[in-house]
């Protein structure tokens, strides 16, 4: 029996649907959390390791990275080191270490994106509330404020007010934070999401914003329906997904009516995939320890 690794934040619906996944797959899955990973080197006798609690992950056959839950600078640094062992010691990592440090960070991502050549939103990224204030006017007086780590839409806050901006940009450059800046898209009211999974599209969905709100995140209340890409925003995601090395990768479309056609938002390397089940049918999280079981067996 195929033994795999699930490095997780915590037990939710997710961990009980890749568990259910895994018994129709006859697949033994071990959920961890992250913060149990530990690591040693020449300890003893012992060679070097990485373990997770009582679990050695350089022994199992495959570890699918659920989530990188919030830790310090130091933390994050280690559980990527970690990753970064255990596939060094040949054992399939989904997704790869490379995929989850590039996607996690979105100035990386869209760096990625736009060195592919890919059409993405006009973004400014610093550290210096007087020159976001800059690039505020540069971007049209009307922008997205990002946080540079984030997900499911939190934090994220649009900004069409100059005072506004600039005590936004203020408060954020006492904290400590990046200043990462979006222009804001006069998209329809939805988006697409794209499910990519080893260099095809697995399930797609739309998500509209519910009333009163422009970020359509199902997790801030939008509504999903199943959703049939084009070929040239199937070829996007797929290309978006590669550019930032993710076998597995929610990738996040919006039509900008001023380019024309399809840009890329967001590329997530560890996508969660409940409403996207929910209204495609599709059965992601077995397609997911699937594709690690099959990498598994070509070691």
């Known amino acids: ?7 997780v934040s915590g037990t939710g619906w997710h961990v009980e649907d890749l568990l259910r996944a895994a018994g129709r797959l006859d697949v033994r899955l071990i959920p961890v959390p992250f913060p149990e990973v530990s690591a040693h080197v020449s300890l003893g006798a012992t060679a070097g ?15 699918l990275v659920r989530m990188m839950p919030p830790g310090s ?37 869209l760096a990625l994106l736009d060195a592919a050549g890919l059409p993405v939103p006009a ?23 990002k946080p540079l780590f984030g997900s499911e839409g939190r934090g994220l806050v649009r900004v069409s007010d100059r005072e506004l901006a600039w005590r936004t940009f203020h408060s954020l450059e006492r904290l400590g934070a990046v200043l990462y800046l979006q222009r804001a898209i006069r998209h329809p009211g939805h988006d697409i999401r794209v499910f990519v999974l080893e260099g095809r ?82 059965d992601v999280a077995a397609a997911l320890l699937d594709s690690l079981r099959r990498r598994s067996r070509d070691r």
């Open 73 to 109: 600078l130091e933390q994050v640094v280690f559980r990527m080191d970690a990753l970064h062992r255990v596939a060094a010691a040949g054992v399939p990592v989904l997704n790869p270490p490379r995929a989850v440090e590039a996607a996690v960070d979105k100035y990386l991502t």
């Open 201 to 282: 599209v697995l399930a797609a969905m739309r998500r509209h914003a519910p009333p009163g709100e422009w970020r359509t995140n199902v997790a801030l209340g939008g509504e999903a329906e199943a959703y049939d890409p084009s070929p040239e925003e199937s070829c996007l995601a797929i290309s978006a997904a590669a550019a930032v090395s993710a076998e597995a990768a929610g990738v996040d479309l919006v039509h900008d009516p001023d380019r024309g056609g399809p840009v890329v938002l967001e590329v997530n390397a560890v996508p969660g995939w409940r409403a996207l089940a929910r209204v495609s049918g599709v």
């Open 123 to 145: 973004t400014w990224a610093g550290q210096s509330a007087a020159a976001a204030l800059a690039a505020f006017d540069l971007l049209g007086g009307d922008v997205v404020v």
């Open 49 to 63: 390791g990485v373990r997770a609690g009582d679990l050695e992950l350089m022994r199992v056959d495959g570890v």
């Open 1 to 7: 029996m195929t033994t795999l690794a699930a490095l």
